[in-house]
């Protein structure tokens, strides 16, 4: 009898060899995901390659800043356009309503918005039991997006509908003649990361106990305090959170100019839609990190939705990136379109600058004018020289070319509020409407604080390219 067992089970598993199609050689998992690379929305394609980044013209102010280095940078999506207004809107309303489906949610009283969890599944799995029974409610609860909001206050449903709802709004006590406006104040995004620099660190980097010579019965463990506030450290030890006000500073367009009327900027640059194809500004460094964040999840959720790999995360470029970008495939040269004049040989200025004193309309602009305004650069983007100046990732250091790495360059601080103000300096690029040339030239270098919203300075957002070039798909 165990000899007759042994032959049916030397017999399955004979069969089940026979079943495998790699023969035992080593071919790779099967019936992985098949994936070709889609052009994000509104961006275009940046291709790997190598330039001189810094000065290919004399250092006029003499800073020292931007010495000449030799660099390569991978490929990557760029954004054509700078982030519009309406753009940015999308973000500040998505916020909006997913505070408001957050408040109707957690009041019961409110039926059909209730919180997407296994409790509430129609046929729930041995997962969702399990996830009902260990998981904390932050990760087996989502918000429902599928009932419509009803902000129409003539047609609110219930008086607890209508209590949430008002609450979102400025009280009346500050409601100027009385106007309902939304409480921008309350408009707050929550987002987390993984800080990849910290947990790079070879100290803390994961200890493996294979045979548990400590006996606390586990296999590996993290020194301890990776998180100030964590005695015990563990994986977790390496996230990050942040909550950041989404709605742009009005006030900066008056802020940012003494002596000068501007009240009109404020009324109505960011709210107006004669404005809605114009780049956003009163944009801090952490709100446009923000967007990138959310415009990640925003996107992925859906591809997940659908069953679709996710793709790369929407970030802001390194100064690296950014430069080789506005150089447009063209190397040594002063200003993105290629040349050396901010002006063409018909006398046409070429950006939207401040190009003489006190006159900032020979150009035909004003203040920052539309996205798609003037000529784009070699790689189809448009206005890599003036209207507004544009974030980068990069911490901003005088001497960092002297030091980055020619593979990729970059330097990431990620500074706290308890930090120094020199520590919060971010690179800017490209100048802006009130700028003169010198600004546009795409090596000259500037900085702005990260917790500071300019009327000048917007952004645009990139993704890095997963393989080597588009050709190879």
């Known amino acids: 009898m165990v000899r007759a067992t042994s032959w049916l089970l030397l017999a399955g598993f004979v069969l089940s060899s026979c079943r495998s199609s790699d023969h035992g050689e080593l071919v790779g998992v099967k019936d992985r995901p098949r994936w070709y690379p889609s052009e994000p929305y509104g961006m275009v394609f940046i291709r790997q390659g190598s330039f001189n980044m810094g000065n290919a013209d004399q250092d006029v102010p003499y800073a020292q800043i931007s010495p000449t280095k030799t660099v390569s940078v991978p490929a990557f999506w760029m954004d054509q356009t700078e982030i519009t207004n309406n753009e940015y809107r999308q973000f500040v309303e998505w916020v909006r309503d997913s505070i408001l489906r957050y408040r109707l949610a957690e009041n019961e009283d409110v039926p059909g918005y209730e919180f997407i969890s296994p409790e509430t599944s129609r046929r729930p799995t041995f997962l969702d039991e399990y996830m009902e029974n260990n998981y904390p409610d932050s990760m087996k609860r989502s918000l429902n997006w599928e009932p419509r909001l009803i902000w129409d206050p003539r047609k609110y449903p219930s008086e607890e509908y209508t209590q949430i709802i008002e609450s979102m709004y400025l009280p009346p006590e500050e409601r100027f003649m009385g106007e309902r406006i939304i409480d921008a104040r309350q408009l707050n995004y929550v987002f987390f990361w993984i800080n990849k620099q910290k947990a790079a660190q070879k100290s803390n980097r994961v200890l493996f106990d294979f045979y548990d010579d400590d006996n606390d019965g586990k296999k590996f463990s993290y020194r301890d305090y990776i998180k100030e506030t964590k005695e015990e450290s563990d994986r977790s030890s390496f996230f990050e959170q942040s909550v950041i006000n989404v709605y742009p500073d009005t006030l900066c367009w008056i802020h940012d100019f003494v002596y000068s009327f501007n009240e009109h900027m404020h009324d109505d640059y960011f709210y107006h839609p004669a404005y809605d194809d114009y780049p956003v500004v009163g944009i801090t460094w952490k709100q446009a990190r923000a967007f990138c964040n959310w415009r990640t999840k925003y996107r992925n959720d859906y591809l997940v939705s659908i069953g ?34 901010a002006i063409n040989s018909s006398g046409c200025y070429l950006a939207n600058f401040k190009p003489m004193r006190g006159n900032l309309t020979a150009d035909g602009g004003f203040y920052p004018v539309k996205v798609t305004a003037y000529n784009p650069n070699g790689f189809n983007l448009f206005n890599m020289a003036g209207n507004v100046a544009e974030w980068t990732s990069t911490a901003f250091d005088a001497a960092s070319y002297y030091y980055v790495s020619d593979i990729s360059p970059d330097f990431q601080y990620n500074a706290s509020d308890r930090d120094d103000e020199t520590l919060k300096r971010k690179v800017i690029r490209g100048g802006s409407w009130k700028d003169v040339a010198y600004y546009l030239q795409v090596s000259t270098r500037d900085f702005e604080y990260q917790d500071t919203a300019k009327s000048y300075v917007g952004f645009r957002c990139v993704q890095s390219f997963l393989g080597r070039d588009l050709k190879d798909f």
């Open 308 to 341: 679709e790999p996710k793709e790369k995360e929407f970030r802001l470029p390194t100064e690296a990136e950014w430069e080789y970008a506005a150089r447009g495939g063209i190397n040594n040269m002063t200003y993105p379109w290629g040349g050396p004049y």
